[in-house]
């Protein structure tokens, strides 16, 4: 499932991330990249333990968890620290697989986290650059993907995905990955299918039996599914 989280960041916190980012310490992308996605990475990154990328991460993070339908649509068990990347120049990520497993290196305790989520929020208004769109591909073929900055693009980590050459101004944005407590797809699909219809007759029917049921019905499926 691809899923479009809008307005994790306000139009001001966007800015504010912006002032920041813009006069930030960028380096070469390579840094986190594997071995197979490092021959097709071209673009900038701040590294993981730069104190600013911390700082605004946990901005992004503290956002996220007043989200709603990123909770509905990811069942967040742990996110990974954000990172951030910027693309100008003609720089392009090529067509690659996230890696399995992440190890954050600022943390010696830290456990590895299973990528079961990938998720890019923009930081550039789409008018700010050419190019660079997100580009998954799935069973019913490839998905363009170049959101309003503040938005949130999830997507299943497994598939393969690139970033086109950005050809006119740069495309900021934060990725970062989740380990949900629903490890196969479809399972979180049906899941959050079942929460959106829930929430939908909460609004129409507060008061109809059924919403208590099919309320039940979703955390008794979710105490199936879930590895907590
Ligand atoms: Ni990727």
Redesign the pocket.
């Known amino acids: 499932m691809l899923l479009h989280v809008p307005g994790i960041l306000s139009k001001s916190d966007v800015a504010a991330l912006r002032a920041r980012l813009d006069v930030a310490d960028w380096k070469d992308g390579r840094i986190t990249a594997g071995h197979q996605?490092g021959q097709v990475k071209r673009n900038a990154q701040l590294a993981d333990d730069d104190p600013l990328a911390r700082e605004l991460g946990d901005q992004i993070l503290a956002a996220l968890a007043r989200n709603a339908t990123f909770f509905a649509g990811a069942l967040p068990r742990r996110i990974f620290p954000p990172l951030f990347n910027r693309y100008e120049g003609g720089q392009a990520?090529g067509i690659?697989v996230?890696n399995a497993i992440r190890y954050d290196r600022t943390k010696a305790d830290a456990p590895p986290l299973r990528t079961d989520l990938?998720a890019t929020l923009f930081l550039a208004e789409p008018d700010e650059y050419d190019g660079g769109e997100l580009v998954v591909e799935d069973a019913f073929g490839s998905h363009s993907i170049k959101l309003p900055a503040g938005d949130l693009a999830l997507y299943p980590a497994s598939s393969l995905?690139e970033v086109r050459a950005v050809t006119r101004g740069a495309r900021v944005a934060s990725f970062f990955w989740i380990q949900s407590f629903v490890r196969s797809p479809s399972q979180r699909r049906l899941l959050f299918d079942l929460d959106v219809s829930i929430q939908g007759l909460a609004a129409r029917a507060p008061d109809a039996p059924e919403f208590v049921r099919l309320t039940g019905v979703y955390h008794n499926l979710l105490r199936e599914w879930a590895d907590a």
């Open positions: 996605s990520f690659h996230d990938s995905h």
